[in-house]
């Protein structure tokens, strides 16, 4: 099946910090969604964005589907953003389903 | 925004006995799927449904699980008979179709015990 892979695994910032996360999948995608897992456990979707450049506030997102990778922007990160982040994309080959990466665990201090 | 809902958010069961989970997932989709997370890891695929029926499972989707759409709106997922290892958050989604997102549930934690 695709394989998602998510880097950095790990992420501290100082409370109004810029970061970059990165989504690689192994395979052409119909689907790639961007979530966040706050601490209840809530899987809280930021962006659908198989392709191109989504904006919504502080969080941007940009998909290169033909080189395979998905990057989520946070620019002035608040303590809020604490949590994982979850790239998950629908393989063009694989189903009809996501896959989800390991997910990156963002831990903001104030 | 419409939403998915899960009940219950907790369920603490006896190793054994059965447990069913349930969703409401959004009125116009056609699409329904649930997924599991065991604490810490990755979220993992376990079935999807569509025209009342299984369209796609996964192998940790054993004879221990079904599911089922009883009426126009519910879809639920039961684990016959409940091992520790069962013990996740358990998340329903659906989506309207194909070039769609997908909308999750917040979630049922289940605890084995």
């Known amino acids: 099946g695709i394989q998602v892979e998510q880097s950095p695994p790990d992420l501290i910032l100082q409370e109004g910090a810029n970061s970059t996360l990165r989504c690689n999948f192994s395979?052409?995608?119909?689907?790639l969604q961007w979530f966040h897992q706050n601490p209840w456990g809530q899987l809280i979707n930021l962006f659908y964005?198989?392709?191109g450049t989504k904006q919504n506030g502080r969080l941007s997102a940009t998909t290169v589907a033909t080189e395979r990778y998905s990057l989520l922007y946070i620019s002035s990160s608040q303590t809020t953003d604490s949590g994982v982040y979850f790239c998950?994309?629908?393989?063009?080959?694989?189903?009809?389903?996501?896959?989800f990466g390991g997910g990156t665990r963002l831990m903001v201090k104030p | 925004e419409p939403e998915v809902t899960q009940t219950p958010s907790h369920q603490v069961t006896q190793m054994g006995q059965e447990v069913i989970l349930r969703c409401v997932p959004i009125s116009n989709h056609l699409y329904f799927y649930w997924y599991r997370q065991i604490l810490g890891q990755k979220v993992e695929f376990l079935v999807s449904f569509y025209n009342n029926e299984i369209s796609e499972k996964s192998e940790i989707f054993d004879d221990q699980f079904s599911v089922e759409r009883p009426d126009g709106s519910n879809f639920t997922l039961k684990i016959r008979s409940t091992k520790l290892e069962d013990s996740a958050m358990y998340f329903c989604?659906?989506?309207?179709?194909?070039?769609?997102?997908?909308?999750f549930g917040s979630g049922t934690r289940l605890t084995v015990v």
């Open positions: 989604a659906s989506r309207r179709g194909g070039g769609y997102g997908y909308t």
């Open positions: 998950a994309v629908e393989g063009n080959n694989a189903g009809n389903m996501l896959t």
């Open positions: 395979d052409s995608v119909n689907n």
């Open positions: 964005i198989p392709s």
